[in-house]
C-alpha cells in the first residue's frame, strides 16, 4: 500500500537481505532497516519492529533461510536459533507456523546448500501466500461489509493494527475496506488508538491517512459508546491464534468490543488468514497470553503517562468468545466458529 | 486523605480564597494554588484543574459566594456569572445541584451582606455534607465488601479516579476501600488507567500510593481479560450523572466494564451521594455527553501518543444502561437501580 504516494509492502527480501519499515518509528518517523541474519530477525520480532501475526510469521520464516545459512552443517546449532525465534513472541501462532513450514520444506533434503535454496524457496511463497490470502480476504470481506452498508454508507470500528503493516501488504481487518473503497463504497473506519502501545492510533491511522481513507481515532474506553449511539454498522479486528472452537485471541481489548457489539446487536467480525487457526487446541483456554514490560504503560518514550511509583501490568492479549464472533473472514470465505473444525485439512 | 504522610482535603477555604490541588500537575508535581474570584473558579473546573462530580459542586458552591461578593448590587452580572459556572463542564449534576442549592439559600434573604455570608454558610455546609457522604458511602460500601470477601482477601477493579481528589475527601468509589483497609481487610485495586486524561493512572494510582493501599495500574483494555482470569471481585465506580431509571452516566468506558463485569458474574456498584441523582430526568439518553478536545487523545503534554494529522473524537462520558449495575452505594445506604426512586425526596 501506499506512504506518501509511493507502493510498498511491510517486508521484502533484496540481495540476500532483509528490508522491514520500523514500525516502532511509526507515524513520527519512516525508516527502513535492513535484517541480516537471525539475530537480527528474533530483535525486530521480539521488539516489535515488525509486528501482527501474519508478518510475525513471514518475518521468521526469513529467519529460518538466515538461520540455516549461518549453522553450516551445524544443526544443533540450527535448532537452537529456531527454538529462540519461535519463541521471539508467544501468541501469535503464525510464528510457530512458518518456522515449522520453512523448516520441514528445507529439511526434506539432505543437502545442506539445497537445504538452504529451499528454505528460501519456500519464504518466498509463503510471503506470496500471505499477500495473496490478504487479498482473497478483501474480496471475501467486501460482501459482509455490503450486506452490513446503508445505502452505500459503512462505519467501521476496528481495534489495533490489522493493516498491511501487520502483513506483507493489504492486511487481513484493513483488506475490506480497501476493497470497499475501491469499488467506490463510503467508508469510515473507527480506530481504537490500542493502548498500551497505541497500534491503531499510530499505525491504522498512518495507514488510512496515505490511502486517504476516511478516518477517526477515538480511545478504547469509547467505541461502546459510539456503538450505542449508532455509530457503528460493523466491528472488525485480526486475530493472533484462533482455537478449534473459534474462541480467538487479539490485542487486549478485543473482548471488550465483542461484549459492546454483541449488546448494541453490531456484527463482529474477524479478519484472519486460515494459518492463524490452531487446530491443535480445542478452546482459548489453551492460548498463552504474553506479559510485556510494565514500562509500556506506564511511559511513552520518556513522558511519563501514570503514576511512574505505582506498579502496571501489562496483558498484550485476551481471548474472545467464540459466541460473541458474528464469523471469521478467511482467504476460503466467511465461517461462522462452528464452521471452522472443516477447514482442518485445507491446504494453506 | 495523605500526601507525603501530611493531610489535606481537596479544597478549602482559608481567609477568603479557595485553595485546591492543581490536578492537571499531579502525579509529577503536587503543587496548591489559590481561586481568588469567579473567573478563577470557572478556568479551574473547565481545565480540570478540581474534577470529579462531587469536587466541582463543592468548587462550583464557592463560585457562587464569588459571583455574589463581585457583582455587588448588579444582579444581572449576578446570573451571568452564574450561568457561566453552570456551563463550565457539561456532564456532572452535581454542579448545576450545587449552585443552584446556594444561589436558592442565599436569595432568600433581601439584604446584600446577608445574601453573601449565607451563600459562604452554605458552601461550607455543603462541603462537610460531602466529607459526611463519602464517610458514609465508605461504611455502607464496607458491607458489600465484605459479602464479596473471600476469605477477607477483596479485589477491586475501578475506572477513572472517584478517590478522595475527586471530592473533598474519602472519595466515593474509594471510600469503601479506605473503609475496608482501616478494618484490616486484605485488599488490593486494579486501577484502570482511564484514557484519555489517564485520572486512573495518574490519580487514583497516587492516592493509593500515599495511603499505601496495594494496587496495580492496567490498561482500559485489560479489564475485562482480568475478569476472565477470575481476579476482579467486584467493580466499583464513581458517577457523573445518574437518571432515575438507573442508568448512569460516568467516564467513557465504564460502560465497557459493566458490561464485562455482567458477562463474568462479577457485581458492578456504583458509589455515589444521592446529590448524583438526576431526578429531572428518566433515562440516561437523556444526559448531556460532553466532547473535550481531540488534542487530549493524540497528545501528552508535546508529547505526539498517536498520528497527529488523523481526525480524532473524545467523548469525556458515556452511560452504562441500570440493567449492569448490581447497585448503588450511596450516604443512604445500599439501592437497586429500581429502588433509587424512593430517594426522590430524601433531605441530602
Given amino acids: 500500500m501506499k506512504y506518501n504516494g509511493k507502493k510498498y509492502t511491510s517486508i521484502w527480501f533484496e540481495k540476500g537481505i532483509i528490508k522491514i519499515i520500523d514500525q516502532t518509528r511509526l507515524p513520527e518517523e519512516f525508516r527502513i532497516i535492513e535484517l541480516r541474519n537471525s539475530e537480527d530477525i528474533i530483535y525486530a520480532i521480539n521488539n516489535m519492529q515488525v509486528r501482527g501475526a501474519p508478518l510475525i510469521g513471514v518475518t521468521a520464516a526469513y529467519g529460518v533461510y538466515f538461520a540455516l545459512k549461518e549453522s553450516g552443517d551445524n544443526y544443533q546449532s540450527f535448532f537452537n536459533k529456531i527454538s529462540r525465534i519461535k519463541e521471539s513472541r508467544p501468541t501469535a501462532v503464525n510464528l510457530e507456523y512458518a518456522v515449522d513450514l520453512i523448516c520441514d520444506y528445507a529439511l526434506e533434503s539432505n543437502d545442506l546448500d539445497d537445504q538452504i535454496e529451499r528454505s528460501l524457496d519456500k519464504a518466498d511463497e509463503f510471503y506470496r501466500n500471505d499477500m495473496n490470502a490478504c487479498k482473497k480476504i478483501g474480496e471475501n470481506g467486501y460482501f459482509i461489509l455490503q450486506k452490513v452498508a446503508k445505502a452505500n454508507e459503512v462505519n467501521i470500528l476496528t481495534h489495533c493494527n490489522a493493516g498491511w503493516l501487520a502483513t506483507v501488504d493489504f492486511g487481513t481487518a484493513s483488506a475490506p475496506v480497501f476493497e470497499g473503497v475501491n469499488r467506490g463504497m463510503d467508508i469510515h473506519v473507527w480506530i481504537d488508538e490500542t493502548r498500551p502501545r497505541n497500534q491503531g492510533g499510530k499505525l491504522t491511522a498512518w495507514e488510512y491517512y496515505h490511502e486517504k481513507i476516511p478516518h477517526t481515532i477515538i480511545t478504547d474506553n469509547a467505541g461502546g459508546h459510539i456503538m450505542q449511539n449508532g455509530d457503528v454498522d460493523i466491528v472488525i479486528t485480526g486475530a493472533d491464534r484462533i482455537a478449534s472452537n473459534g474462541d480467538t485471541a487479539n490485542k487486549i481489548g478485543t473482548y471488550l468490543k465483542a461484549l459492546a457489539a454483541y449488546d448494541n446487536k453490531v456484527p463482529f467480525y474477524i479478519a484472519a488468514p486460515i494459518s492463524t487457526i490452531d487446530f491443535k487446541i480445542k478452546s482459548g483456554k489453551d492460548i498463552p497470553i504474553e506479559i510485556r514490560s510494565e514500562d509500556e504503560i506506564k511511559f511513552s518514550g520518556k513522558t511519563p503517562l501514570n503514576h511512574s511509583l505505582s506498579p502496571a501490568l501489562n496483558h498484550g492479549f485476551d481471548v474472545t ?28
Same sequence: chains 1, 2.
Avoid at 473444525?341 to 494453506?348: F, H, M, Q, T, V
Fill in 321 to 348: 468468545p467464540a459466541k460473541f464472533i458474528t464469523g471469521f473472514i478467511t482467504e476460503k470465505g466467511i465461517f461462522t466458529p462452528n464452521q471452522l473444525k472443516s477447514l482442518k485439512n485445507e491446504k494453506i
